[in-house]
């Protein structure tokens, strides 16, 4: 099997080098091998004794050559080449007696009827491997070339010589963002419909548009050349427009949502595959930056390689117990006294250093791995929680709120702790209830039936809308920091403050500022009404032992006083 596979490769390796050959030498060598078999069939069938013996028959070796080179025309005229030939060698040439007229004749009949049957045959061979390639180069649903065909013409134009002026191939990648939306209304046809009527306005684009290929359900791909950078960003502009005219799929006008990544080629090691890659990469970066259009940049590929390195490491130190739960402080206004803590994660690495929770929650709550990382927050909240008196809150994130096995370990925690379930609080985002409100309705329906409290964080800053206040079974709202920011200095923000927290009591609900960061904010928060706070005028967040220890101290007699609060610490991330 090894000896096979190698000689495998050795074909290949002829065969690649035989195809990069240019055109006109590989028809010089076709023609030199077949007048040369030629040849030797002659003199092997003279040197034997002429054409009484069975020899001739070699000259069909040339016939069925030719056919598989230029099929039945290429066959058909070797075949009347080879039965000339033998025609002119005697029967026997020891007596030099010649042949019969009818002998020859039958003869080059025979190799006509082989040679066309032959050259036919691979003329079929020859138009279903086309048509098989064309398949596989084409899209079946729009009929639009494939990523194959894609990168069989960046392939011919990376190895083209440059031109001098500094322009090159470039490649533009297209999502559709909101075709899941299409297809759910219209179905996977109004898809199709829509990639082709796009299509049809991407032609208008110019010269230098060599190209519209479908790469997958929702993404096109534009093959350009020659571009510079300028011209390249230009026509991504105008794609973007396009997608803002009305495009008909299906009889409906729509409006398509593009999201555009373009690369360009600059280096001879380039590869159509990595080309592609890279203007993907670029399209990423612009979903993630909420852009229309970016341009690939080297720094966008190190991040995508740091972020999967990253995910590894988060699974790794899951593992090793190299994660931990930090607290801050929540303060009840009107007296001081503390009512409760936020669980905040922390990692600390190999080397006993803390990394911020921005550096990798992010990216944690964009994959699955979020599950373990939020047991682990629960089961250590809950342990927490059972060595004091106080409410302890944690963080959900969408993938929590959509995960069913997540949400029946949270009360199973509560309930195996033997801990009162208000005594637990789960804090979502307001962004987390835009994905889907009813799924997210139920979600805390089923938190609140374990008895365990549920608050909405960064408050204001999410829905356009306080509507779906009403509709879901809140505890608490936390509001968010931009809006204590400033509070001391700004009138207006003062007022905005004041709306928040009435729209908190009047909803029933227990109001908490977060980011409190001076005297002053604290002060006019209680003025307001506003029920708790946390920020660093009281405490960072701290780890378990810190914080209780924290908490002693505070609760000594010299230290009851709001007035004696100060930063414990250097601000870090919560």
């Known amino acids: 099997m090894t000896a096979l596979s190698r000689a495998l490769r050795a074909w290949r390796a002829v065969e690649n080098r035989w195809r990069s050959c240019p055109p006109a030498a590989r028809e010089t060598s076709r023609i030199m091998v077949l ?52 025609a002119a060698i005697p029967l026997s040439v020891a007596s030099g007696e010649t042949q019969a007229a009818l002998n020859w004749v039958i003869r080059l009949c025979l190799y006509l009827a082989i040679g066309a049957f032959a050259g036919c045959l691979f003329e079929r061979l020859r138009q279903s491997h086309l048509e098989a390639e064309r398949a596989s180069r084409t899209d079946p649903r729009a009929g639009l070339p494939n990523e194959i065909a894609l990168e069989a ?196 690495d190999e080397q006993g250093n803390l990394i911020p929770p921005g550096l990798f929650m992010p990216k944690v709550e964009n994959t699955t791995l979020i599950a373990p990382v939020t047991r682990f927050v629960a089961a250590e909240a809950c342990r927490f929680a059972m060595t004091q008196d106080k409410r302890v809150s944690i963080n959900f994130s969408v993938r929590n709120l959509l995960d069913d096995a997540l949400l029946e370990e949270l009360g199973e925690h509560v309930r195996q702790s033997g801990m009162e379930p208000s005594r637990l609080e789960v804090e979502i985002t307001e962004s987390a209830l835009v994905h889907d409100l009813f799924a997210a309705k139920r979600a805390l329906e089923r938190i609140r039936s374990c008895g365990i409290r ?63 960061e001076t005297q002053e904010q604290h002060r006019l928060l209680r003025e307001m009404g506003c029920n708790q706070a946390q920020g660093f005028l009281y405490s960072k967040a701290l780890s378990a032992e810190e914080v209780l220890a924290w908490h002693r101290e505070r609760e000594r007699p010299s230290h009851n006083q709001v007035s004696a609060l100060s930063c414990r610490g250097a601000p870090s991330e919560e």
Not at 54 to 82: E, F
Not at 238 to 248: A, C, Q, S
Request: proline share 3%; glycine share 10%; hydrophobic share 45%.
């Open 153 to 348: 013409e960046l392939s011919r134009l990376l190895k083209a010589p440059q031109r001098l002026d500094g322009r090159s191939t470039g490649v533009i990648l297209i999502r559709i963002e909101d075709v899941s939306e299409i297809m759910e209304a219209l179905g996977a046809d109004a898809c199709d419909d829509l990639v082709l009527a796009i299509n049809r306005r991407l032609v208008r684009l110019g010269p230098n548009l060599l190209g519209c290929y479908r790469v997958s359900g929702a993404e096109l791909a534009l093959l350009l050349w020659p571009v510079g950078l300028d011209e390249l960003n230009r026509i991504a502009a105008r794609v973007i427009e396009l997608g803002e005219d009305n495009l008909v799929a299906l009889g409906v006008p729509l409006r398509a949502q593009l999201v555009l990544g373009s690369a360009l080629h600059k280096s001879p090691d380039d590869t159509p595959g990595g080309l592609v890659r890279e203007a993907r990469i670029a399209m990423l970066a612009a979903t993630e930056k909420q852009r229309s259009h970016c341009h690939f940049q080297t720094a966008f590929a190190r991040r995508g390689v740091q972020n999967i390195k990253l995910i590894a490491r988060v699974r790794r130190s899951l593992a090793r117990g190299e994660f931990e739960l930090h607290y801050q402080p929540k303060l009840r206004l009107v007296d001081g006294k503390v009512t409760g803590y936020e669980g905040l994660i922390r990692w600390r």
């Open 35 to 86: 007048v040369a078999l030629l040849a030797l069939g002659t003199l092997i069938v003279y040197v034997t004794g002429g054409t009484r013996y069975a020899y001739p028959y070699l000259m069909l070796i040339p016939v069925l050559l030719a056919g598989a080179w230029y099929t039945w025309r290429g066959s058909l005229l070797v075949a009347l080449m080879a039965g000339l030939l033998m």
């Open 454 to 516: 549920v608050s909405i964080d960064d408050f204001g800053t999410g829905f356009s809308s306080f509507e779906y206040l009403r509709h879901l079974p809140l505890t608490g709202l936390k509001i968010d920091r931009a809006f204590v920011e400033g509070l001391e200095h700004d009138r207006r923000a003062r007022k905005l403050m004041a709306c928040l927290i009435d729209v908190g009591h009047a909803l029933d609900l227990e109001v908490t500022a977060e980011g409190v």
